[in-house]
T-cell receptor, first 111, second 114 residues
């Protein structure tokens, strides 16, 4: 089992709909969770960070964390073609100062 | 402008020819890291540094060396590159206050080893 797992996609969503991206992790004591967006050929950039159970909203983006289920998700409301990218989930390791990254989910927003 | 710079951006080399990829940040960040990104495998950490003269192995350190003599610079050295080191490399930095903060990434270096 990978330490951080994401569905590779592609996930195709109509413009204006809600895109839902999921990530599961194996380390029960992880405390820090991040969603990064990566456009093709570009470097990752931070979208959301979340540290406690529940929802965290920032504009059209909502991160949801459920530590009991070891599950973190990213919702994108009113999806736009510019949201088409690969979304990377990153989780800290308990034992040292490392982030472990999922392989990413490719999201395609269809006009 | 706050940024992380990497050089070169593209490099084609041959097996065994030593090379260095430079990384520099102007944000006075304590934490710096090198990743490689391969299709289907995501970002994998090679080495990281918590501060000057403090470095540690990530998940895939074999075949790589790093040094942190100055806070702003964190070069990645491939002493004897091999074709399996063909990859997209990213340098990243972040402030560190005991918790994880946003990592800022450089533009990437695409390395091909023939």
């Amino acid at each position: 089992q990978k330490e951080v797992e994401q569905n590779s996609g592609p996930l195709s969503v109509p413009e204006g709909a809600i895109a839902s991206l999921n990530c599961t992790y194996s380390d029960r004591v992880s405390q820090s969770f991040f969603w990064y967006r990566q456009y093709s050929g570009k470097s990752p950039e931070l979208i959301m960070s979340i540290y406690s159970n529940g929802d965290k909203e920032d504009g059209r983006f909502t991160a949801q964390l459920n530590k009991a289920s070891q599950y973190v998700s990213l919702l994108i409301r009113d999806s736009q073609p510019s949201d088409s990218a690969t979304y990377l989930c990153a989780v800290n390791k308990d034992s040292n100062y490392q982030l472990i990254w999922g392989a990413g989910t490719k999201l395609i927003i269809k006009p | 402008e706050a940024q992380v710079t990497q050089n070169p951006r593209y490099l084609i080399t041959v097996t065994g020819k030593k090379l260095t990829v430079t990384c520099s940040q102007n944000m006075n960040h304590e934490y710096m890291s090198w990743y490689r990104q391969d299709p289907g495998l995501g970002l994998r950490q090679i080495y990281y540094s918590m501060n000057v003269e403090v470095t540690d192995k990530g998940d895939v350190p074999e075949g790589y060396k790093v040094s942190r003599k100055e806070k702003r610079n964190f070069p990645l050295i491939l002493e004897s590159p091999s074709p399996n080191q063909t990859s997209l490399y990213f340098c990243a930095s972040s402030s560190f206050d005991g918790t994880y903060n946003e990592q800022f990434f450089g533009p990437g270096t695409r390395l091909t080893v023939l």
